[in-house]
């Protein structure tokens, strides 16, 4: 059974940093692409950052320079790396993923991040 957890959000301050951790069971993310998305109140999830297994990526515009999204595959788990936070940032986030052989998109409970002075 595919599971993903989020962690790492929290509350902070415009211009800080904060990882956001997404790590799998019964997937291998080194085998397929994982991406990031987040949803604001009231607006559509937007796919925020995405690493393929051959470490392509891709961001969204407007967090491109201050987000990265890494992988560590000995901890089976994706990085959001976010710096210089900005209260447009404020959603949650979700990671999501289809394991390689498979066609469904699987999804983790978020995790909620707030920028606010």
């Known amino acids: 059974q595919v599971q993903l957890v989020e962690s790492g959000g929290g509350l902070v301050q415009p211009g800080g940093s904060l990882r956001l951790s997404c790590e799998g069971s019964g997937v291998i993310f080194s085998l397929t692409g994982v991406d990031w998305y987040r949803q604001a109140p009231g607006k559509q999830r937007l796919l925020v950052a995405s690493l393929t297994r051959d470490d392509g990526t891709y961001y969204l515009p407007s967090v491109k320079g201050r987000f990265t999204i890494s992988r560590d595959n000995a901890k089976n788990t994706v990085y959001l790396q976010m710096n210089s936070l900005e209260p447009e940032d404020t959603a949650v986030y979700y990671c999501?993923?289809?394991?390689?052989?498979?066609?469904?998109?699987?999804w983790g409970q978020g995790t909620q991040v707030t920028v606010s002075s």
């Open positions: 999501t993923t289809v394991p390689a052989g498979d066609v469904t998109h699987y």
